[in-house]
């Protein structure tokens, strides 16, 4: 392992983080992103950019000038033991991954390394997080014969001071007995292998803050998967947020500000939902001291009052059944309205349509000569797969809520069904000894029911029923 000179950061203590309004939650962002020739991207210049230091590609001549860059914290270079000694130099690591892709069957196609960036707990020390992200990168990338080249970057300047990261370059090639890089181990691009190193960076991370003595929370799954009723935020590329630190408003800055406003507003709702059910099982406990210290009345034949008492229960648990029904409605309105802003699927299904017809327009051979016809059928292409990730990420979120009103539909249905048993179950004297003054059900501000169930009147409007 090589540690190199690195810029000194700024350190903030707990007092700073308590003014700037901040909270002790570990945050979770784990996106892997592959660096190929195909879009236009030279390993040399990543590494150089990432560790901010001078790299000379000695294949193009082109000399990448970092060194001045501040924010890198250390860097350094993990391989496995045995390794020849060039794979710890930065400049001949990376000159030598650009050679080896030379001898590939589609050099201007190759892929030259795998970038992972990864946000680090701010509640470890810079020392605890070094060691957090080594730990893991000999288990899941080192042992594997990747080499690991490991840049740590301090919060930016007017942004996040929680957003401490580390930028992972990986070889796509292991080393052969030879020293030299092998040919690329295609079992490292599959999906399965990164969803298995996300919940294994949770895992890690979540033992380190333990260790530190803070809660280990970390959770890799998406909101969907946990069934929790919020918006996700997108990660802000340096472009956007140096935008947004100028005061200039991005796409993604709107996106994010929209998602985290409604997400207040449900973090909100869910409160005063909770203040409800709060009050509701006090006067619930009130009541049942009232009865405790009430005289027992005579005893007498209650199977009419049990009668009542069972026409009132069926029409509560109506009106309940009927009111979740609505709020459940209003609630899937509001998320749809929201979700509809938010990945803006009418807005791609037109710029799609435009597309088309720009292509047609494109469709020449002036356009052919020109490559306008192969640009139009490209960003037609990214149009689509924009569309269907959209389309995707709507459908989940509605089928996640979906699920989630299912199961409080479910949950009611059981706790009414377990009224009713227990009403059954009571001995009928143990009715009649309650109260004497008994009122028949009735919806609040409403008078109690005066007529049958089952008679000729036409049911009130009770508003739109949810479609399960």
Same mark, same amino acid.
């Given at each position: 392992?090589?540690?190199?000179?690195?810029?000194?950061?700024?350190?903030?203590?707990?007092?700073?983080?308590?003014?700037?309004?901040?909270?002790?939650?570990?945050?979770?962002?784990?996106?892997?992103?592959?660096?190929?020739? *195909?879009?236009?991207?030279?390993?040399?210049?990543?590494?150089?950019?990432?560790?901010?230091?001078?790299? =000379?590609?000695?294949?193009?001549?082109?000399?990448?000038?970092?060194?001045?860059?501040?924010?890198?914290?250390?860097?350094?270079?993990?391989?496995?033991?045995?390794?020849?000694?060039?794979?710890?130099?930065?400049?001949?690591?990376? #000159?030598?991954?650009?050679?080896?892709?030379?001898?590939?069957?589609?050099?201007?196609?190759?892929?030259?390394?795998?970038?992972? +960036?990864?946000? =680090?707990?701010?509640?470890?020390?810079?020392?605890?997080?070094?060691?957090?992200?080594?730990?893991?990168?000999?288990?899941?990338?080192? *042992?594997?014969?990747?080499?690991?080249?490991?840049?740590?970057?301090?919060?930016?300047?007017?942004?996040?001071?929680?957003?401490?990261?580390?930028?992972?370059?990986?070889?796509?090639?292991?080393?052969?007995?030879?020293?030299?890089?092998?040919?690329?181990?295609?079992?490292?691009?599959?999906?399965?292998?990164?969803?298995?190193?996300?919940?294994?960076? *949770? !895992?890690?991370?979540?033992?380190?803050?333990?260790?530190?003595?803070?809660?280990?929370?970390?959770?890799?799954?998406?909101?969907?998967?946990?069934?929790?009723?919020?918006?996700?935020?997108?990660?802000?590329?340096?472009?956007?947020? #140096?935008? !947004?630190?100028?005061?200039?408003?991005?796409?993604?800055?709107?996106?994010?500000?929209?998602?985290?406003?409604?997400?207040?507003?449900?973090?909100?709702?869910?409160?005063?939902?909770?203040?409800?059910?709060?009050?509701? +099982?006090?006067?619930?406990?009130?009541? *049942?001291?009232?009865?405790?210290?009430?005289?027992?009345?005579?005893?007498?034949?209650?199977?009419?009052?049990?009668?009542?008492?069972?026409?009132?229960?069926?029409?509560?648990? =109506?009106?309940?059944?009927?009111?979740?029904?609505?709020?459940?409605?209003?609630?899937?309105?509001?998320?749809?309205?929201?979700?509809? &802003?938010?990945?803006?699927?009418?807005?791609?299904?037109?710029?799609?349509?435009?597309? &088309?017809?720009?292509?047609?327009?494109?469709?020449?051979?002036?356009?052919?000569?020109?490559?306008?016809?192969? !640009?139009?059928?490209?960003?037609?292409?990214?149009?689509?797969?924009?569309?269907?990730?959209?389309?995707?990420?709507?459908?989940?979120?509605?089928?996640?809520?979906?699920?989630?009103?299912?199961?409080?539909?479910?949950?009611?249905?059981?706790?009414?069904?377990?009224?009713?048993?227990?009403?059954?179950?009571?001995?009928?004297?143990?009715?009649?000894?309650?109260?004497?003054?008994?009122?028949?059900?009735?919806?609040?501000?409403?008078?109690?029911?005066?007529?049958?169930?089952?008679? #000729?009147?036409?049911?009130?409007?009770?508003?739109?029923?949810?479609?399960?």
């Amino acid at each position: 392992m090589r540690f190199e000179a690195v810029h000194a950061p700024k350190f903030f203590n707990r007092y700073e983080y308590i003014k700037a309004g901040r909270t002790s939650v570990a945050i979770y962002h784990y996106s892997v992103k592959i660096i190929s020739r *195909a879009k236009g991207r030279s390993v040399t210049a990543a590494a150089a950019y990432r560790a901010g230091v001078d790299i =000379l590609d000695s294949r193009t001549g082109e000399h990448h000038r970092y060194a001045k860059r501040g924010g890198i914290i250390q860097s350094d270079i993990l391989a496995l033991p045995g390794s020849p000694e060039w794979v710890y130099d930065r400049t001949k690591l990376w #000159n030598e991954a650009e050679h080896r892709a030379d001898r590939t069957t589609r050099p201007d196609h190759a892929q030259l390394a795998r970038e992972v +960036e990864i946000s =680090l707990p701010h509640e470890l020390s810079h020392e605890h997080r070094v060691e957090l992200v080594q730990e893991f990168v000999r288990d899941r990338y080192v *042992a594997k014969g990747m080499v690991a080249d490991l840049s740590f970057h301090a919060p930016g300047k007017g942004g996040d001071v929680r957003n401490h990261h580390v930028h992972i370059l990986l070889t796509m090639r292991p080393l052969n007995d030879n020293g030299e890089f092998a040919n690329a181990n295609r079992d490292w691009n599959h999906k399965n292998v990164l969803m298995q190193d996300r919940a294994a960076w *949770a !895992e890690y991370m979540n033992r380190a803050l333990e260790r530190a003595g803070h809660r280990g929370d970390a959770d890799h799954r998406s909101f969907v998967d946990r069934q929790i009723d919020r918006l996700p935020t997108k990660h802000l590329g340096p472009d956007a947020s #140096n935008m !947004e630190r100028k005061g200039i408003e991005t796409r993604i800055g709107d996106e994010n500000r929209e998602a985290t406003a409604w997400n207040k507003e449900l973090l909100e709702l869910q409160e005063k939902h909770d203040v409800i059910i709060l009050e509701i +099982e006090r006067e619930k406990r009130r009541l *049942a001291k009232e009865r405790k210290g009430q005289k027992p009345a005579p005893v007498q034949d209650a199977t009419p009052l049990l009668a009542q008492r069972q026409t009132a229960l069926d029409l509560r648990h =109506l009106d309940e059944r009927r009111s979740l029904e609505e709020d459940i409605a209003l609630r899937r309105s509001l998320l749809s309205g929201t979700i509809d &802003r938010y990945y803006d699927v009418k807005r791609l299904q037109e710029e799609l349509v435009q597309a &088309r017809k720009d292509l047609k327009k494109a469709q020449t051979p002036m356009g052919r000569l020109s490559g306008r016809e192969q !640009e139009r059928k490209d960003h037609i292409k990214a149009l689509g797969l924009n569309l269907r990730d959209a389309e995707r990420r709507r459908a989940e979120q509605l089928q996640g809520f979906d699920q989630k009103a299912t199961a409080e539909l479910r949950a009611l249905g059981q706790r009414q069904q377990q009224e009713t048993e227990l009403l059954r179950r009571t001995p009928p004297l143990e009715h009649a000894a309650e109260s004497e003054d008994f009122r028949e059900y009735a919806p609040e501000g409403q008078a109690p029911y005066s007529r049958a169930v089952n008679d #000729n009147e036409p049911d009130p409007d009770y508003g739109p029923s949810y479609d399960r």
